[in-house]
């Protein structure tokens, strides 16, 4: 009896720590979605951070790497960028090349454009990174309209849209009665993602919940394709991405990290090969380096622009995901 109980004891504490009573097994996908969520909602960012991008290239077998300094504003969720990488500053590149178009036709129809040559070097191999630590790839649930709201403020917000003031006389009524009664509250839930549980898998030190996601329904905004969720914490460790950036639609591995408190990206690497104009990568990454906590915006933040049209950006994605 007692080799029994110790057995009992040994593997119940298989599972402390998975967060999911039962195991992996028997763990719920979309509760382990909804958690994670959650802890992305409740991250807390400084006022304003600066920190450097690298973004590391592989063209023809070539190794090549730039380093760009930007900033980051949270309470109105804008970024800042200096245009110019430190590499271009010390040796500005010479982008003249030549490229030759192959264009065979049979019938006066063109059957293939074939690029050959040498296109010379980008100023921006991705473009100019406007891009921040704490994007969240759609997982934050902050902004949305799942919470309490105040139904007397929700009248006078649809009153104002409308232009229909309420007369004074109606106004006193409604102030003597109190608040506007509660008659019931309705709640519903959409499902964005057909998600699977593949299993625990181990991620940088930390067993995750490794998770398979499929959009429920056709929409560039639900790009999410894999998760690996911390089993302790419910922290995003990692996850794959359909597509990044402006014009790249292969997928992307990122990487997460805890820094004083809060969640930030570490790296962003491409899974496939990447084509930007008449550059063809075969290897590409972004990492984010010496994030720096700040509560006022640098002294030199107003003259940070950007004049380029090749913009490096995540997709705006209108609302919560």
Not at 8 to 27: F, H, I, M, P, Q
Not at 54 to 71: F, I, N, P, S
Not at 113 to 140: H, R
Not at 245 to 273: C, H, Q, R
Request: aromatic share 10%; proline share 8%; hydrophobic share 35%.
């Amino acid at each position: 009896m007692r080799r029994l109980l110790l057995a009992a004891l040994v593997l119940g504490a298989a599972y402390v720590g998975t967060g999911l009573a039962g195991g992996a097994s028997d763990a719920d996908p979309y509760q382990i979605f909804g958690h994670a969520r959650n802890v992305w909602a409740q991250q807390q960012y400084p006022d304003y951070l600066t920190y450097t991008v690298t973004v590391r290239v592989t063209e023809r077998g070539v190794d090549k790497a730039k380093h760009y300094h930007l900033a980051y504003d949270a309470k109105y969720a804008k970024i800042y960028v200096n245009p110019v990488s430190d590499e271009e500053r010390v040796a500005p590149p010479d982008p003249n090349g030549i490229t030759f178009h192959l264009i065979p036709r049979r019938q006066f129809h063109a059957l293939m454009d074939k690029k050959i040559g040498n296109p010379g070097e980008a100023v921006d191999y991705l473009g100019v990174p406007m891009i921040s630590p704490t994007y969240s790839f759609g997982m934050s649930t902050a902004g949305s309209s799942d919470g309490e709201s105040d139904p007397n403020a929700l009248v006078q917000e649809i009153r104002r849209e409308f232009a229909d003031p309420m007369p004074s006389v109606k106004a006193q009524q409604v102030a003597n009665s109190g608040p506007i009664k509660t008659i019931a509250v309705v709640a519903s839930f959409h499902r964005r993602y057909d998600i699977t549980l593949a299993g625990i898998e181990p991620v940088d030190g930390h067993d995750c919940y490794h998770l398979l996601l499929k959009p429920a329904y056709a929409s560039p905004h639900l790009r999410l394709r894999e998760l690996w969720i911390d089993t302790q914490n419910y922290e995003t460790r990692r996850l794959v991405t359909a597509a990044n950036f402006t014009g790249s639609k292969v997928p992307w591995t990122i990487t997460f990290a805890e820094e004083n408190g809060a969640l930030y990206i570490t790296d962003e690497e491409a899974m496939a090969p990447v084509g930007v104009g008449d550059h063809r990568y075969e290897r590409a990454s972004v990492s984010f380096d010496a994030i720096t906590p700040s509560s006022r915006p640098p002294t030199n933040l107003s003259s940070w622009f950007v004049t380029k049209e090749n913009i490096m950006a995540e997709p705006d994605a209108p609302g919560p995901q």
